[in-house]
């Protein structure tokens, strides 16, 4: 719905808002929901922190390096507010560092106006001291409460699906729908922040719908999506389930919807993000949602790239995988994270599965799916991690030949579950990052083979930019790269064209190999 826009001779000087988002997509996604929100209810985003009167930092709290991040950030931001000539009179702080230490923050931090957690998005509306009620010049939204969002039918529903009529999708006393095992993990102190101190009692229950405002940050032509939000998995390394709540997956209509607005505003590749992409629809009654989605999206016109972040990998069913080749505009890629290989290490972990079980989904991928490519992340230390545990890890490794992967340390998180382990089970930490070395000097070499191997192919690009790195190369994606988190591909050879024009799709060859990234020549 467009909003009309006020009357310039009566408005009030719009204020100035600086924002940084810190973390994942996913908290990408929430920066990017609260600026539209700012800038419908009148104010005016900026760039520069020091032309900014009001200064927002959207916090991430995973583990120690990312906390520690938040801090330093929030201390930054701090400094613009104090100095002289700067124009900042109000700094907020939202998202999961706020879940966690809502009290300590203003208590330590006494220049910190506000805190905004991460189930109450509209709160930066009143910590900002602006009226919902606002309207931002051009506005194409509507803003909505959320108890509008949560019970009002999309805005488009000409993609309504017959299963989103179940009764198990109705809500309920205002409350939506949870899977069962999410219950069970509430009732079993899975979601517990008691020991917390001002944490609020009551779970993030909060979901965006296509009718709340939004401004993207990524390059114009991608986007991210979030279809899903929370998790109940039960992984005793992670505390996301009580920074996030429990696992809600958004309505499809709604997702398409948005899909579609995003399209027709130029974006040509859209990653669906969620904490477990793979449990999207359980708790609407869909089964195989996830593919469900996939399928209704990869049909829109206009969209070139559709890929999703994050499958869990008991939830990869043969229907997914299935999906996933039949569409050519379906990145051939999965990230699944396996976080180890020992079975003893896993069981601790409260993940389950086997090495085996792992690389019979592998080559099961591999033989539906030819040419994916599989992304997945490792921990290693995790409490009670023998030597025996580490060489397994390394031999799954040298077995499964994934194309990307990330090696983190463990890090003890007060409030997940490994954090109560005898302290006679932590490892050192010099042993751990020894161990992380050495599996990426090993991932290294895997990588190099692999990369190697695409010289002479002839594949789809999506120009970016020039490199950060230097001024002589350009950068750019290939379906088979994630925003952001893979290696690289290195521009050297514009091939028929005097210039690229960023967000652009182009045909290239690969024409050389490093480590984990590559260099190509433009054909078309």
Known sequence: MTS?????????????IGFVSLGCPKNLVDSEVMMGMLHHAGGELTPQAEDAEILVVNTCSFIDSAKQESVNTILEMVQHK??????????????????RYRDEIQKNIPEVDAVVGTGELEAILAAAGLSPTGHANNSPFQILTQAQIDRAP????????????????????GHLASRPEG??????????????????AALPEYLYSDTTPRILTTPRASAYIKIAEGCDHPCGFCIIPQLRG??????????????????????????????DTTCYGEDLGIKDGLAQLLEALAVLPGLRWLRFLYAYPNKVTTRLLETIARHDNIAKYLDVPLQHASPSVLKRMKRGGTPEVFLKLIEKARSIVPGIVLRTSFIVGFPGETEEDYNQLEAFITTARIDWLGVFTYSDEEGAAAFELASELKVPKRTIEARRRKLMKLQQKISAKSKSQWIGREIDLLVEGPSEETDLLWEGRTPLHAPEIDGKVFINDFGPHEALVPGTFYRAEITESHDYDVVARILD
């Open 82 to 99: 104090k100095a002289n000539g700067g124009r900042a009179q109000r700094l907020i702080v939202a998202g999961c560092l706020v879940e």
């Open 183 to 200: 219950d069970l993990r509430e009732q079993q102190g899975r979601f517990s922040r008691a020991a917390w101190d001002g944490a609020t």
């Open 4 to 16: 009309s826009a006020p009357d310039q001779s009566s408005a009030k000087p719009r204020p100035k």
């Open 154 to 173: 999309s805005a488009v529903n000409q993609h309504s699906r017959p299963e989103e009529s179940s009764p198990q999708l109705q809500i309920e006393q």
């Open 246 to 275: 429990k696992f809600r997956s958004r309505r499809m209509s709604s997702i398409i919807t948005e899909a579609d607005a995003l399209i027709a505003q130029g974006v040509r590749e859209i990653t669906l993000i969620g904490q």
